[in-house]
């Protein structure tokens, strides 16, 4: 019984359908500008399968928050140097309005599921994520996230679990996931995992607590479990964590791949939506100018490679945030949250490299899935 209340509080805290409130506004100024990468566009769109695939997913971000990063950061972001766009759509089996369990399932396994899920279907069957499919034909995966390892978007990409609230056995399917490397938080919440769970994890994966550790050159599978303030919000004290973790991953990859076999990794830039549940709209612009330092990475990476396509969308949209003023010049933009929770308007979706062309128009989160499942399963 306890659990179920447990349970109930944690879907309470995590998901509001939105509900009517009073606006909350909010604004950031003086914003240092801090550029962007302009890609070289030469295998943009290309005809030829790409080897690896990168999807990164800005939990919570909408066009608002995409945009007010942009006019924050002086009318320039890596996301708006890019061609390739269209919409996703993001409702689940269970409700208009999706959580982030459902709809990062729906990346993660090409199917839609009900809200809490964590990789199982309308009867709780476990489904096949991405890692599971395309680890046997040699291609190896990679997850990295400022959330924590258990967090409902990680979650979806090697647990099998009824309910995203079940932190301790979603932990448990660490060990028989199909993942090569990992970056999420934290040290603290692993160290609270049942010791049979840290053990089994610690087969498995050689833990450091640092990105940038000698054991990045030796290790055959890598989990980077930083201490919470690492990967915590940019206004407590996280720095560079996600863009130096998503190169990390794709170097960490790229050295472990077979002849001719490529990787696929997922980044998710977590706290965009937290910072919106919590109406913060300075936090989530600077998330937002964080996540997008991520992309340039995966950006400039696929343009040093070739060979790389790169998918950039959000499981949803947070807080029904609109962009009310702002002066670009002076790095300050101005916001308005109507809601807490989560709403079912569309959000944007761009693309850069090999088959960029495919994610354009308007799509399902679960079609995005599918698209990238045979874009890989293409060159086997
Ligand atoms: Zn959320």
């Given at each position: 019984m306890k659990k179920i209340l447990l349970l109930l509080a944690f879907a309470a805290a995590v998901y509001f359908p939105a509900a009517a409130q009073e606006i909350v506004k909010g604004e950031i100024e003086d914003v240092p500008a801090q550029g962007s990468y302009h890609p070289t566009f030469s295998s943009d769109g290309a005809a030829f399968l790409p080897k690896n695939i990168?999807?990164?997913?800005?939990?919570?971000?909408?066009?608002?928050?995409?945009?007010?990063?942009?006019?924050?950061?002086?009318?320039?972001?890596?996301?708006?140097?890019?061609?390739?766009?269209?919409?996703?759509?993001t409702k689940s089996s269970s409700h208009f309005t999706t959580d982030s369990a459902a709809s990062g399932t729906a990346y993660a396994t090409g199917q839609k599921t009900y809200n809490y899920a964590v990789g199982v279907d309308d009867q709780k069957r476990p489904i096949a994520n991405i890692p599971e499919r395309v680890a046997p034909d040699g291609i190896v995966c990679?997850?990295?996230?400022?959330?924590?390892?258990?967090?409902?978007?990680?979650?979806?990409?090697?647990?099998?679990?009824?309910?995203?609230?079940?932190?301790?056995?979603?932990?448990?399917?660490?060990?028989?996931?199909?993942?090569?490397?990992?970056?999420?938080?934290?040290?603290?919440?692993?160290?609270?995992?049942?010791?049979?769970?840290?053990?089994?994890?610690?087969?498995?994966?050689?833990?450091?607590?640092?990105?940038?550790s000698e054991e990045v050159a030796t290790a055959s599978r890598l989990g980077v479990l930083p201490p919470a303030v690492e990967t915590g919000y940019i206004v407590n004290g996280r720095t560079d964590f996600l863009p130096k973790a998503t190169r990390e991953a794709i170097d960490f990859l790229r050295a472990r791949t077979r002849e001719g076999k490529g990787f696929f990794l997922m980044v998710e830039g977590a706290r965009i939506d937290k910072a919106c549940h919590s109406?913060?709209?300075?936090?989530?612009?600077?998330?937002?100018?964080?996540?997008?330092?991520?992309?340039?990475?995966?950006?400039?990476?696929?343009?040093?490679?070739?060979?790389?396509?790169?998918?950039?969308?959000?499981?949803?949209?947070?807080?029904?945030?609109?962009?009310?003023?702002?002066?670009?010049?002076?790095?300050?933009?101005?916001?308005?949250?109507?809601?807490?929770?989560?709403?079912?308007?569309?959000?944007?979706?761009?693309?850069?490299?090999?088959h960029a062309q495919d994610f354009m128009g308007v799509q399902g989160n679960e079609q995005v899935s599918q698209k990238i499942l045979k874009l890989l399963q293409g060159r086997q």
């Open positions: 990168i999807l990164m997913i800005g939990d919570g971000t909408g066009l608002a928050q995409i945009a007010a990063g942009y006019f924050a950061n002086n009318e320039e972001l890596t996301y708006a140097n890019l061609k390739h766009m269209g919409w996703v759509t990679g997850v990295v996230t400022t959330d924590d390892m258990n967090g409902a978007t990680p979650a979806s990409f090697f647990a099998h679990q009824p309910n995203r609230g079940m932190t301790d056995e979603i932990w448990a399917d660490l060990p028989s996931s199909a993942l090569t490397y990992f970056a999420a938080g934290s040290k603290e919440v692993f160290e609270k995992r049942p010791e049979a769970t840290q053990k089994a994890v610690k087969k498995v994966f050689t833990i450091v607590n640092e990105t940038g109406n913060k709209f300075d936090s989530a612009v600077k998330e937002l100018l964080d996540f997008d330092q991520a992309i340039a990475e995966a950006i400039r990476f696929a343009d040093e490679d070739g060979n790389t396509l790169v998918v950039i969308s959000a499981d949803h949209e947070t807080s029904g945030l609109a962009i009310w003023n702002g002066k670009p010049s002076e790095g300050k933009v101005e916001g308005v949250h109507i809601s807490k929770g989560h709403t079912a308007i569309p959000v944007p979706i761009f693309s850069y490299g090999p």
